[in-house]
């Protein structure tokens, strides 16, 4: 069964930057794409972003498109989310899941789409951006 391991969180100043890791371990079809999630306090998870394992392709949230970028390593079985401009409104725990639907094989991706009852997800990592 896979498994999802998050790292990278942290606390950063508005304008900085992290790069957050979800390491996959196990097997999972290649023809999954995997997701970032982010959940801020009171309100409910979101779609962050969302890449294809097979061609690379990606999606974005428009609150996080120019300042997130979404990226694999296929030799260390990770997937990337560098995250610049950090903002307060970017609090939240970052997670990292797949087989989620609106990031799901054969279909086009749907980020407002993110219900953590469905699918695989990791244990989550938490990015604080505060002065």
């Known amino acids: 069964q896979v498994q999802l391991v998050e790292s990278g969180g942290g606390l950063v100043k508005p304008g900085g930057s992290l790069k957050l890791s979800c390491e996959v371990r196990?097997?999972?079809?290649?023809?999954?794409?995997v997701g970032w999630y982010r959940q801020a306090p009171g309100k409910e998870r979101e779609g962050v972003a969302c890449i294809s394992i097979m061609s690379g392709n990606a999606d974005y949230a428009d609150s996080v498109t120019g300042r997130f970028t979404i990226s694999i390593d296929y030799a260390k079985h990770t997937i990337y989310l560098q995250m610049d401009s950090l903002k307060p409104e970017d609090t939240a725990i970052y997670y990292c899941?797949?087989?989620?639907?609106?990031?799901?094989?054969?279909?086009?991706?749907?980020?407002?789409?993110?219900?953590?009852?469905?699918?695989?997800w990791g244990q989550g990592t938490q990015v604080t951006v505060s002065s």
């Open positions: 899941a797949v087989d989620v639907p609106g990031c799901a094989p054969y279909t086009d991706y749907d980020l407002s789409l993110a219900d953590p009852a469905l699918g695989t």
């Open positions: 196990g097997y999972i079809s290649d023809k999954y794409p």
